[in-house]
DNA sequence: TTGTAAGCGTTATCAA
DNA sequence: TTGATAACGCTTACAA
């Protein structure tokens, strides 16, 4: 490992000299500068980063903490906050809870469990002397990540930052439901059930709110019997498919794209044909939702837009000297409709 | 933040006799070992980890460089390596190349490219004195990662070192070919089509050599007019569909999922009817493979298999005083075929 | 059992 | 324009 010190050695400077041209400063004079960036360049030196951090103050490194890297909706966030970081200079460090691997759905609801492993790579991230970090959740909830008193910017992406000092950046479920009801609506359908998720779950609340409103806005009666409930897989939509349809309805909004299947599944095994005799839109935009038969009208999560508006949020918050003082704020990310072929103009 | 000193002057102690005590020394008293682990516990100390990096030679961390943590196999790879590290007390640091956001599909043929962001990369993991490195390829091909001279452990993870001086691990395309087509010809098929990907790709060349070897041990002609190329997307599959349905076969292997599904879709549109007319075989598992109608016989790239033998692969080279006098060597990660609904017997 | 002091590779301050 | 030196927070050899 080369160092500053080898290098002013092998100019013949000394190691402030060298440094400062490193850093650009402006007190020394071009032939000594032309003879030790030579030297740098053909020696590969690179600073040790450590050593660099030691001494600064700021390292422009920014803490990425995700709770599971394997759930579809976390690398394209990551990647994207990874992109704008890099776009401004910032490098990352990435820490992978791995909550469901680790402990599947158990931890949901076991608030020490997400304790016991965030509080210490929080710590961590701040021994490191990280500028900002980013929590990444898998499903979109009211989470402790921050104290009250936490001295570093933060940010909660697809998830709410239960301390109101820090932002949150989800999507905009509330719509997104009231969209793909809308649309369903101007399709001519006006009995549209509701595959939803599990009950108690943002997700589901804010959509179905979603689909009540764009309801009340055509004057069309909400009527609870047409909600079911699942539990986000596919199963639970093949086993609700069945209810559903007794209840005479035109169209099945699915609060996910693993139930629409499910649901598909059902219908096909009936001899009832989605985009014909029943029609579906979905949410999420899997791929399945491309592939499955009729390709799937489904809601789009703009994964990549969460992950560049939460990097772009936190750079904001360390510019801004008084962050601090700031209240917090819940940026919205629009869904969109992306519309493919199981819903029928009726 | 809170620093080694600090707690030294709380407990009436000096820093060497608090360093002492986190790192286990024994010989420190067992009433002050109590009186500063309490203040330890109380304020929350973590120690810095620049000044710790700098001091000690060894940084117990593992650097992953990533081609692209988008792609479908990635974070699964990635997933798996951090579990084993962090079960071994390893950090891992994350380096996302984002090949494919950058470039696209350009840089693939182009070394130049990618030697222009991987050399700055491996620069900065050398400067964080980094123990080993993990390369995780996008897809398997022979790469120019590490130079000959590299001093620290390396492996490559889906693709192969160019160096022989590293290992690499990657998936048993030939075996999984092989098997494959084993499994068809069980079923009755010894007319089996080809739908393969790109020609020049080293996934497509093993995979094809394993169904030349299955066939030859039923003593099977091989027939080149069987195998039809693609691109790996669904269209592709679309596209050769028709020419691999009129030279007369029963089955057909395709060497990715999303040209199956391309596949499903031309039958689909012809009347041809999967699992009966004609049998699939497919290729990665991908969640599609489970949606698609009929469910899609493939074959399971086992990606976090992979990850925990890169991750055990270099932990091996680090214990290893004598890795750079061992010989490389390629270990193969078996794939593990599916069975569902896509294959008739005949 | 505890403390002193050197050193890791930088950057920043100040003097030459 | 250049260089000596202190400091960042820690570990470790050695002295007390």
Same mark, same amino acid.
């Not at 041209?21 to 020394?28: A, C, D, H, L, T």
């Not at 989800?170 to 101007?186: C, F, P, Q, R, W």
């Given at each position: 490992?080369?160092?500053?010190k080898?290098? =002013?050695?092998? !100019?013949?400077v000394?190691? &402030?000299?060298?440094?400062?041209?490193i850093?650009?400063k &402006?007190n020394?004079?071009?032939a000594?500068? @032309?003879?030790?960036l030579?030297?740098?360049?053909?020696?590969?030196?690179k600073p040790?980063?450590?050593?660099?951090?030691?001494?600064?103050?700021?390292?422009?490194?920014i803490g990425?903490?995700?709770?599971?890297?394997?759930?579809?909706?976390?690398?394209?966030?990551?990647?994207a906050?990874?992109?704008?970081?890099e776009?401004?200079n910032?490098?990352?460090?990435?820490?992978?809870?791995r909550?469901? &691997?680790?402990?599947?759905?158990?931890?949901y609801?076991?608030?020490?469990?997400l304790?016991?492993?965030?509080?210490?790579?929080?710590? %961590?991230?701040?021994?490191?002397k990280?500028?900002?970090?980013?929590?990444?959740?898998?499903?979109?909830?009211v989470?402790?990540?921050?104290?009250?008193?936490?001295?570093?910017p933060?940010?909660v992406?697809?998830?709410?930052?239960?301390?109101?000092?820090?932002?949150s950046?989800?999507?905009?479920?509330?719509?997104?439901?009231?969209?793909?009801?809308?649309?369903?609506?101007?399709m001519?359908?006006?009995?549209?059930?509701?595959?939803?998720?599990t009950?108690?779950? @943002?997700?589901t609340?804010?959509?179905l709110?979603?689909?009540?409103?764009?309801l009340?806005?055509?004057q069309i @009666?909400f009527?609870?019997?047409?909600?079911?409930?699942?539990?986000?897989?596919? %199963?639970?939509?093949?086993?609700?498919a069945?209810?559903?349809?007794k209840?005479?309805?035109?169209?099945?909004?699915?609060?996910?794209d693993?139930?629409?299947?499910?649901?598909?599944?059902?219908f096909?095994?009936?001899?009832?044909?989605?985009?014909?005799?029943?029609s579906?839109v979905?949410?999420?935009?899997?791929?399945?939702? %491309?592939y499955?038969r009729?390709?799937?009208?489904?809601?789009?999560?703009?994964?990549?837009?969460?992950? =560049?508006?939460?990097?772009?949020?936190i750079?904001?918050?360390m510019?801004?000297d !008084?962050?601090?003082? &700031?209240t917090?704020?819940?940026?919205?990310?629009?869904?969109?409709?992306?519309?493919r072929d199981s819903?029928?103009?009726i």
């Amino acid at each position: 490992m080369i160092t500053l010190k080898q290098i =002013a050695q092998m !100019c013949g400077v000394s190691i &402030s000299t060298v440094s400062n041209i490193i850093n650009g400063k &402006s007190n020394v004079s071009e032939a000594t500068k @032309l003879r030790v960036l030579e030297v740098i360049e053909r020696t590969g030196y690179k600073p040790n980063y450590f050593a660099q951090g030691m001494r600064k103050q700021k390292t422009r490194i920014i803490g990425i903490i995700v709770e599971d890297l394997d759930l579809f909706s976390t690398a394209p966030i990551v990647g994207a906050i990874m992109a704008y970081c890099e776009n401004q200079n910032y490098r990352t460090i990435l820490i992978n809870l791995r909550l469901y &691997s680790k402990w599947q759905d158990t931890w949901y609801n076991d608030e020490q469990k997400l304790q016991s492993v965030l509080q210490p790579s929080i710590k %961590e991230l701040v021994s490191i002397k990280v500028d900002g970090i980013i929590y990444v959740a898998g499903h979109c909830r009211v989470i402790n990540c921050f104290p009250d008193d936490f001295k570093i910017p933060a940010a909660v992406a697809y998830g709410i930052s239960k301390s109101p000092r820090f932002s949150s950046i989800v999507i905009d479920d509330e719509k997104g439901g009231y969209d793909a009801t809308k649309y369903l609506i101007s399709m001519g359908h006006r009995k549209i059930g509701v595959m939803a998720g599990t009950p108690d779950n @943002l997700h589901t609340m804010k959509r179905l709110m979603g689909y009540q409103k764009a309801l009340f806005e055509e004057q069309i @009666l909400f009527n609870p019997d047409l909600i079911r409930y699942g539990d986000w897989m596919s %199963e639970s939509g093949f086993r609700e498919a069945g209810n559903l349809i007794k209840e005479d309805i035109t169209a099945i909004l699915c609060l996910n794209d693993l139930m629409a299947a499910g649901v598909y599944n059902y219908f096909y095994e009936h001899g009832i044909e989605v985009g014909n005799d029943i029609s579906l839109v979905g949410y999420d935009n899997k791929e399945i939702s %491309e592939y499955i038969r009729p390709a799937l009208t489904t809601n789009e999560i703009q994964l990549k837009e969460i992950g =560049a508006e939460s990097a772009k949020m936190i750079m904001n918050m360390m510019e801004d000297d !008084c962050w601090e003082c &700031s209240t917090n704020n819940v940026i919205k990310v629009p869904c969109r409709l992306v519309i493919r072929d199981s819903v029928k103009k009726i």
